[in-house]
Nanobody, 127 residues
Framework: QVQLVESGGGLVQAGGSLRLSCARS????????MGWFRQAPGKNRQFVAS????????YYADSAKGRFTISRDNAKNTVYLQMNSLKPEDTAVYYC????????????????????WGQGTQVTVSS
């Protein structure tokens, strides 16, 4: 099993920044993709960004491009999501997830492709 613990959420004004972290422990894989998803109240969980274990490929949802940056530190078993220029519509619970042997790209944006999930961290952006 893989355990994931997100942190770094909070309340921020529109235009502000937050940095989310996801600490990982447990089983490892030869390769994997780690992703961030978010779920706003009354809406389905949406893909935000993903990064391959090699660090060589990264993929963003259109809503994240130009404002969010995903990165990972394999030595610390941690993935980050730097979120800048936040908007009220970014308000959601943010989850990190692991897709064993997955890829970071447009074909790996579905929830079902990620086997392990954290509990989420709340991000609230006030207008």
């Amino acid at each position: 099993q893989v355990q994931l613990v997100e942190s770094g959420g909070g309340l921020v004004q529109a235009g502000g920044s937050l940095r989310l972290s996801c600490a990982r422990s447990g089983r490892t894989f030869r390769s994997d993709a780690m992703g961030w998803f978010r779920q706003a109240p009354g809406k389905n969980r949406q893909f935000v960004a993903s990064i391959h274990s090699s660090g060589g490929s990264i993929y963003y949802a259109d809503s994240a491009k130009g404002r969010f940056t995903i990165s990972r530190d394999n030595a610390k078993n941690t993935v980050y999501l730097q979120m800048n220029s936040l908007k009220p519509e970014d308000t959601a619970v943010y989850y990190c997830a692991v897709s064993p042997y997955g890829l970071a790209g447009p074909t790996f944006v579905g929830q079902s492709q990620y086997d392990f999930w954290g509990q989420g961290t709340q991000v609230t952006v006030s207008s």
